[in-house]
């Protein structure tokens, strides 16, 4: 009867709590909720079970559920336990539920997240990229594209504004920098001498276009070459590297360039690595060849000229003193001989003297001429008078132009004059004794023609380019008098075309030589 009041207590218990139980003492179960074919429930498993702690109970091969074990304090019922039964399949199926929702949402925030960080990796890394390729570019040099990358991300705007700004600060300085570079190139080229830098290895780095005129090279065939390769010293003399002077010196080298030698001046001074990279030395190379071939023209020049003025001041000198002692006894005739030969004298130093001062004129940039309108017959007359004496004294024929009709030429007659007088004295030089000299004239369409033709050897054909230069060596000692001081041709070239002219050389049928010169025409006034 306490058991049937007990359970039907516990029935009413398990409704208004929702709690199955189960009631047991240490020998048996008194009331239970749950089915009582399940083998599972004793009072000793009751016994061990620990509160709160879960448990499946299963009956007839039929699951009952899940239960959360709760033990039921009984006061005043020694030897009785109550035993609390929650289940917990809801719960547990709801928080499967939830469990699974919870998944499911991450899930969706986890895919959400990925495709706006998809989105924004996009939306930065676009400017990003641009930004790269813009880095890219200005790595390469080109400092000419702008950075005009917008963002709605301001730390990507904010990098941009900054290498824009290091962009156009960068292309600023290297503007000035080839500005510079420019200039120095510029002045480095202007400089006649060349300029050339080594390293220690004396290989070279740098080579201004002073360097390619002298070398006949392109600066670009010569970088990373040994200069040794270049600048050939006499063999058993050391190399052009081990010749160069110290320090700011000089010194003067003999090398060979180009087939033929030259003498070189060359200056060194040396850099202090790193601000110079890796050259080490620079040098000033000026060719001095000219120079010293000048130099010793000069010498001979006075060697010369000294010759040229002793000749007939020794024969004036003679002429005079035998007037001097010996007129009395003198007869008309030698009387007039000793005066031919002074006449002679002082054509010859007239000439000299006036080829000198036109030579200083023309040497100092003071040279000048005076055209106007003169009758060509004239300057031809006054030339071959004054120059007969001369050739008469060589037993020398000049043969004028016949009588024609004369022109008007624009013309220096002075000079002109001296022009020819220095060609006939040239033909003279060169003519045998008892020659012919010729002077031709020849009107051409808007200038006249004038020729002298020698009966000599002609010129050798190493000698023809330089006829018409100043101070020309003598080949040998016969033509160390013959030649002169170099001067005349010289003054017959700057005379000449000084006035419009041109002249020239070539030879005749027979191998003799021909000067020639023309001299415009005034055209409408023929005489």
């Not at 959360?68 to 109550?82: C, H, K, T």
């Not at 060589?394 to 000079?415: C, T, W, Y």
């Not at 004295?425 to 808007?446: M, R």
Request: some cysteine.
């Amino acid at each position: 009867m306490v058991g049937v009041r007990a359970e039907s207590i516990l029935d009413e218990f398990n409704l208004q709590t929702g709690l199955d139980y189960v009631l047991f003492s240490d020998e048996k179960i008194f009331a239970s909720s749950i089915s009582e074919n399940q083998k599972e429930i004793s009072p000793e498993y009751l016994s061990s079970l620990e509160k709160y702690q879960i448990i499946s109970i299963a009956a007839d091969n039929r699951a009952l559920g899940s239960f959360m074990v709760a033990e039921i304090s009984l006061p005043d019922q020694p030897g009785f336990d109550l035993i609390g039964l929650f289940n917990i399949d809801s719960t547990v199926a709801l928080n499967r539920q939830l469990r699974n929702l919870i998944l499911i949402t991450l899930m969706c925030v986890s895919l959400v997240s990925a495709l706006v960080a998809v989105l924004l990796s996009r939306r930065i890394s676009r400017p990003l990229n641009y930004l790269a390729k813009s880095a890219v570019l200005l790595r390469e040099g080109d400092l000419n594209t702008p950075l005009t990358t917008s963002s709605s991300t301001w730390e990507i705007d904010q990098l941009t504004n900054a290498l824009e700004d290091a962009r156009v600060g960068l292309k600023h300085s290297l503007d000035e920098l080839n500005k510079d570079k420019i200039w120095i190139e510029n002045l480095l080229n202007a400089i006649v001498e060349g300029i050339v830098t080594i390293d220690e290895r004396s290989f070279i780095t740098f080579a201004s276009e002073g360097i390619e005129r002298i070398l006949d090279l392109d600066a670009a065939t010569i970088m990373g070459r040994s200069i040794d390769d270049y600048f050939i010293t006499p063999t058993g003399e050391d190399l052009f590297s081990q010749q160069i002077s110290g320090q700011n010196q000089g010194r003067r080298i003999l090398v060979s360039m180009n087939g033929k030698e030259s003498l070189l001046n060359v200056s060194a001074s040396s850099f202090v690595p790193p601000e110079a990279g890796n050259a080490t030395r620079a040098l000033v190379i000026r060719d001095v060849t000219d120079e010293e071939r000048i130099h010793k023209l000069i010498g001979e020049f006075m060697a010369n000229i000294t010759h040229e003025f002793r000749t007939p001041l020794t024969a004036l000198s003679a002429s005079v003193e035998l007037l001097l002692d010996e007129l009395p006894n003198l007869s008309n005739e030698e009387i007039g001989q000793l005066l031919h030969a002074l006449n002679i004298g002082i054509i010859d130093l007239q000439s000299l003297i006036d080829n000198l001062i036109q030579a200083a004129s023309i040497e100092a940039g003071r040279f000048k001429v005076n055209p106007q309108e003169v009758e060509l017959s004239s300057i031809i007359v006054t030339g071959i008078n004054t120059i007969q004496p001369l050739a008469k004294k060589h037993g020398l024929m000049i043969n004028q132009p016949k009588e024609k009709q004369s022109f008007l030429v624009k013309a220096d007659k002075r000079r002109t004059v001296q022009a020819l007088i220095n060609l006939l004295s040239n033909a003279i030089k060169h003519s045998p004794d008892g020659g012919i000299i010729t002077v031709t004239t020849l009107i051409l369409e808007n200038e006249v023609l004038i020729e002298v033709q020698d009966e000599g050897q002609g010129v050798s054909s190493d000698r023809q380019a330089q006829l018409f230069n100043r101070f020309v060596a003598p080949i040998s000692e016969k033509d160390f008098s013959e030649i002169g001081l170099g001067l005349g041709l010289s003054v017959v070239k700057a005379v000449v075309e000084a006035q419009g002219g041109k002249v020239g050389f070539k030879e005749s049928e027979t191998g003799s030589a021909i000067f020639w010169f023309t001299l415009p025409l005034v055209k409408g006034r023929d005489l």
